[in-house]
C-alpha cells in the first residue's frame, strides 16, 4: 500500500479550494510554513486577494502581503503540482431545505483531475456522516482512475471557523480530525498540528468526524429554539424574556443562550444534514425538526409583534415608515447568506410599510442582488418604528438620546437582541 505526502512535511504541496470564510484562513496559516496554493474558480475572487483585499474582511491587507509560501490561482493546472488537496467549498441547502452538494461534487471533481498516486484529499465542509467516503470519493476514483486507500487516500477535518471573531482565530480553536486509514489520519492530524496552536483531537472515523461537526451546530440550535419558544410564551403572558433569563441565570448550571434570529450557513443550514441523512435510514428526529420550525419563524413573530404595536399607537403598516438597523447573518460581519435579518426586511415590506435599511457592514451591491438597497449613510430621519436586527458594534452602545433621535414621538422600538436600554425600547425578543 502506498503512503500519502511526507509525513515531516517537507515534501508537502497544499492546495485550498475555495477562498471563502472557511479556505482563506486556512490557505494563510498555511502558506506561513507550507507551499501552498490558494485555489478559487472565481478569477473576481483570485485578483481582488491578489491586490490585497478580502471583501469578507476575515484577512486584512497586511495578512494577504506577508504571507511567504502562499500564491493564489483560478488556473486548475496549477493544481497539479499539489499533493494535499483541502475543500472548503459551500454545503448549502435547496429551495426544498435538502443538502445541495453540488459545489462539493464539482470540487472533487476538479481534484481527480489533478490527482496522482500517493494524494492526499481532506474536506473541511459540513456535510452529513458518510459524505466523504460515499459521495466524494467516487468521484475521484472515477475522475482519476486510481484506487481509494490504495493509490490515494483521504481525511476529514470540520472547519470551525466563527466570521466576525478577532479573537478567536484559526490557530485560536481545537481541530477535529480523521484520516481514511489509521497511518493517514495520523498524517492529518500532523499537517493541523503544524498550524493550529489550540491542538487538535483526533477522531477514530471520518464519519465521526463528519458527525461531530453537524452535532456542534444543532446542539446550539436546539438550545435557541428552545430560548426563542419562552420567548413567544412570555410575550403572551406579558413577561420580559431577558428578566427571566436574567434571573434563571442567577443559578450556576444555567446555560446562557438567548432568544434570536437564526440564519447564517452553519446554525440555520448544518441541522437539515443530519435531517435529511437520518431520514434515509428511516427515522425522523422529531426535536431537530421542531427547533428548525420554531427558530425559522421568529422573523414572521418579530413583524407581527412591529405591527400590532404600530397599530396600538395608531399608525397602520401600509402609512408606517420603518427603519431596520442591520441585515447580515451576524453582528460584525459582512456575511449576507442565509440571513434571517433579511427575511424579517422582506416580511416588513410585504405589510406595505415604507422600510429603509441600513448596514455599515453589509456590501450594497450584494444586498441590492437580495432584494435590499441599504441607506448610504446614517440615517437622519425620524421613523414610527425602529427594530435592532444585528447588534453591530456600531448599534449596540447607542443611548437613549441616540434611539429616540431616530424615532418619531410615540414609535415602536423594538430590540431583537436585547442590547439596548430598557427604558428606550417598546419591546424585546
Not at 66 to 85: E, Y
Request: net charge negative.
Amino acid at each position: 500500500m502506498m503512503r500519502g505526502p511526507d509525513s515531516n512535511l517537507s515534501d508537502t504541496r497544499i492546495a485550498v479550494i475555495g477562498l471563502g470564510y472557511v479556505g482563506l484562513p486556512l490557505a494563510l496559516e498555511f502558506g506561513k510554513c507550507i507551499e501552498t496554493l490558494g485555489f478559487d474558480i472565481d478569477q473576481a475572487r483570485i485578483t481582488e486577494l491578489r491586490s490585497g483585499f478580502d471583501h469578507t474582511l476575515e484577512a486584512q491587507r497586511e495578512e494577504l502581503e506577508s504571507v511567504p509560501r502562499l500564491r493564489f490561482s483560478a488556473d486548475a493546472t496549477a493544481l497539479r503540482r499539489c499533493n494535499v488537496f483541502i475543500v472548503t467549498v459551500p454545503t448549502p441547502i435547496d429551495g426544498y431545505r435538502q443538502p445541495d452538494l453540488q459545489p462539493l461534487q464539482q470540487a472533487s471533481e476538479l481534484v481527480a483531475s489533478s490527482l496522482k498516486p500517493g494524494d492526499l484529499v481532506i474536506y473541511e465542509s459540513t456535510v452529513y456522516p458518510g459524505t466523504t467516503e460515499e459521495v466524494c470519493v467516487p468521484i475521484l476514483e472515477r475522475g482519476s482512475g486510481l484506487r481509494f486507500n490504495a493509490d490515494f487516500f483521504c481525511g476529514y477535518s470540520p472547519e470551525r471557523v466563527n466570521p466576525g471573531d478577532r479573537q478567536r482565530r484559526l490557530p485560536d480553536i481545537r481541530k477535529i480530525t480523521s484520516g481514511s486509514t489509521p497511518e493517514i489520519a495520523e498524517q492529518v492530524d500532523r499537517l493541523y498540528a503544524s498550524i493550529v496552536t489550540a491542538g487538535t483531537w483526533r477522531a477514530p472515523s471520518i464519519r465521526v468526524a463528519e458527525a461531530a461537526k453537524v452535532v456542534e451546530n444543532i446542539q446550539r440550535d436546539v438550545n435557541i429554539a428552545l430560548m426563542n419558544e419562552l420567548a413567544l410564551i412570555f410575550d403572551r403572558l406579558g413577561i420580559d424574556t431577558l428578566d427571566v433569563l436574567e434571573a434563571a441565570g442567577t443559578k450556576w448550571n444555567f446555560l446562557p443562550f438567548r432568544p434570536g434570529l437564526v440564519g447564517g450557513h452553519c446554525i440555520g443550514v448544518d441541522p437539515y444534514y443530519l435531517l435529511h441523512k437520518s431520514e434515509s435510514v428511516g427515522y425522523h428526529p422529531d426535536l431537530i425538526h421542531t427547533a428548525r420550525a420554531v427558530n425559522n419563524r421568529v422573523a414572521t413573530h418579530i413583524v407581527g409583534r412591529v405591527v400590532a404595536l404600530l397599530r396600538e399607537s395608531g399608525v397602520s403598516p401600509e402609512n408606517a415608515s420603518v427603519l431596520v438597523l442591520g441585515i447580515t447573518f451576524k453582528e460584525n460581519c459582512p456575511d449576507l447568506r442565509n440571513s434571517r435579518a433579511l427575511d424579517l426586511v422582506h416580511e416588513l415590506t410585504d405589510t406595505g410599510a415604507s422600510v429603509d435599511v441600513y448596514d455599515p457592514w453589509a456590501d450594497p451591491v450584494r444586498a441590492e442582488a437580495e432584494g435590499v438597497r441599504l441607506l448610504p449613510e446614517f440615517p437622519a430621519g425620524a421613523y414610527d418604528a425602529v427594530v435592532l436586527a444585528v447588534a453591530h458594534g456600531e448599534f449596540r452602545g447607542f443611548s437613549m438620546e441616540d434611539i429616540r433621535r431616530l424615532c418619531k414621538p410615540d414609535a415602536v422600538v423594538y430590540d431583537v437582541k436585547s442590547v439596548w436600554p430598557r427604558a428606550a425600547v417598546s419591546e424585546r425578543l
